[in-house]
């Protein structure tokens, strides 16, 4: 019992860290515009595991490698291009579900056997490590350094691309370092949500922070702190249930959407309610 609720607690942990990276990255990802480039990016990071399998190599590291290597080139390729951006990303997508499905394949019964396709797959609550943990403290810390050093121009970016490239910012290069990030960012949370759920993390906290204030600062913050509060009741819940960690952290994000879209509405409704009034 002792050793389960230290693996819990290592969890826990682990799913405060990856819920506020992925809705801090979705914020930035989804403000520049470039939310199906990550998507296939995520999809880039399950082919990546699912090869590790096939090589005996720990999935989060080969994930890491080819979700990183796979930003970096469509971000460039992405600089050079005008049009069919989202046909491009679309092709990736479908090319890396491919490989995933073809290396689970690949891989022998006795693999399929095993919990390592399932942690790939759907995530699991024993699947973080501390060697994993400290992972996500490095990411955590380089983004933020990354964020503060740059902040003016990241803002600047954030307000108007076409301005800032205009004013002199190398949109370019803050481009491929944040899908740099999406990579590191998507690969290292992949144990805990799986491959086909992590872009729940990405999305859906950004979505209800959309709905909770249209102040840039806010929405970020909102976005970190439900993207935690997503992940770490997630996992309570799968813990409590028994139920896949991964999917229940999708359905509890989903639930803080709907949530916060239904606020939104229940708000608005209120102030036409009292503006109408004599």
């Known amino acids: 019992m002792k050793v389960m609720l230290e693996f819990l607690g290592l969890a826990l ?24 480039l990550s998507f296939s990016v995520a999809h880039a990071a399950l082919a990546g595991a699912s090869i590790g399998l096939i090589l005996n190599f720990d999935p989060v590291y080969s994930a890491m490698i080819v979700a990183v290597a796979s930003a970096l080139i469509l971000g460039m390729i992405f600089a050079r291009i005008e049009y069919g951006r989202e ?19 690949m891989s022998n019964v006795r693999v399929l056997a095993t919990a390592s396709i399932a942690v790939v797959l759907w995530g699991s609550l024993l699947a973080i490590t501390v060697e994993k943990l400290i992972l996500l403290l490095l990411t955590l810390f380089m983004f933020i350094l990354y964020i503060i050093a740059y902040r003016i121009q990241i803002d600047s970016m954030l307000y ?43 999305y859906n906290p950004v979505a209800a922070s959309f709905q909770i204030s249209r102040k840039a600062h806010l929405q970020l913050l909102a976005s970190s702190i439900l993207g935690a509060a997503s992940a770490s009741f997630g996992l309570l819940v799968s ?15 989903s639930i803080i959407l709907l949530s916060a879209y239904m606020m939104k ?11 109408s009034r004599p």
């Not at 046909?87 to 394949?105: G, P, Q, R």
């Not at 409590?240 to 994000?253: E, F, Q, R, Y």
């Not at 509405?265 to 503006?275: G, Q, T, Y």
């Open 13 to 36: 942990l682990a799913a405060v860290l990856s819920g506020n990276l992925c809705g801090a990255i979705g914020f930035y990802v989804q403000r520049l515009r470039i939310t199906t």
């Open 87 to 105: 046909l491009i990303s679309m092709a990736v997508f479908s090319a890396s579900s491919a490989v995933a499905i073809f290396a689970i394949y």
């Open 160 to 202: 108007d691309v076409k301005m800032a490239e205009a004013e002199g910012v190398n949109v370019q290069m803050h481009m491929l370092i944040m899908l740099f990030f999406a990579g590191l960012i998507i690969s290292s949370s992949l144990r805990l949500t799986g491959g086909f759920l992590v872009f729940t993390l990405l």
């Open 239 to 253: 813990y409590t249930l028994d139920w896949p960690v991964g999917a229940t952290i999708a359905i509890v994000s």
């Open 265 to 275: 509405v229940l708000v608005e409704a209120f102030r036409r309610r009292c503006l």
